[in-house]
């Protein structure tokens, strides 16, 4: 397909848990981004990437979320010991640099946590 | 703190009319400023943007205006169309080139055929 895609569409799991969220952006677009969109609110920043390295980690809540995009492309959203406050739809969007604004979002990942 | 206010949670409009959402921002140093759609079970889409050094920007049916010293910009759909039925996100950034952009909550679209 030609847009971002992201899988799991959902995931369930208990607190305390792992969970790997991954993003494959439009190919070409140097730019990544997560956000997360909890219910009732706006999509929020967690972080942004251009090519392989985090430009701007400032919205990642506390040190159980890491992201990584080794390669430039493909990015996976980690989340540690998972709590029930990090229930949300995490958002991937990608964008081609310097291309202000227009980014391109995929369907998001619904994480519950029980 | 919310720094991007969309104080109505939800809309509704007849078909044909002309429908105006409203946002409200805090931050001085947001200059870039852009409206998101968002379907059902879908990803945001970017619908239009200004920038801080035009009061107005139009693509079609759509409208966005700004007035900076009040700290509030507008979209304005004309006419209404019942495929504008949507949440629209109101979102900003602290300059051009920044990509980092802050959400409001939303506001549902209703039209009402």
């Known amino acids: 397909g030609a847009g971002v895609s992201q899988t799991p569409s959902n995931k369930v799991t208990e607190k305390g848990k792992y969970v790997e969220l991954r993003c494959d952006p439009i190919?070409?677009?140097?730019?990544l981004y997560w956000y997360r969109q909890s219910l009732g609110q706006g999509p929020e920043f967690l972080i942004y990437?251009?090519?392989?390295?985090?430009?701007?980690d400032s919205g990642l809540p506390n040190d159980r979320f890491f992201a990584v995009r080794p390669e430039g492309s493909v990015s996976t959203l980690k989340i540690q010991r998972t709590e029930r406050g990090d229930s949300a739809v995490y958002l991937c969007?990608?964008?081609?640099?310097?291309?202000?604004?227009?980014?391109?979002f995929g369907e998001g990942s619904r994480l519950t946590v029980l | 703190d919310q720094q991007v206010k969309q104080n109505s949670p939800s809309l509704s409009v007849q078909e044909g009319r002309i429908s105006i959402l409203n946002c409200d921002y805090t931050?001085?140093?947001?200059?870039?400023f852009l409206w998101y759609k968002k379907y059902p079970a879908e990803g945001p889409t970017f619908l239009i943007s200004?920038?801080?050094?035009?009061d107005k920007n139009e693509d079609g049916r759509f409208t966005v205006f700004l007035n900076k010293s009040a700290k509030h910009l507008s979209l304005h759909i004309v006419p209404s169309q019942p495929g504008d039925s949507a949440v629209y996100f109101c979102?900003?950034?602290?300059?051009?080139?920044?990509?980092?952009?802050?959400f409001g909550t939303g506001t549902r679209l209703t039209i009402i055929p």
């Open positions: 979102a900003a950034s602290e300059n051009f080139g920044n990509e980092k952009l802050t």
């Open positions: 931050n001085s140093m947001f200059d870039y």
């Open positions: 990437f251009q090519g392989t390295g985090a430009a701007d």
């Open positions: 190919s070409g677009h140097t730019a």
């Open positions: 969007a990608s964008s081609l640099a310097g291309d202000t604004g227009e980014l391109f």
């Open positions: 200004i920038s801080s050094i035009k």
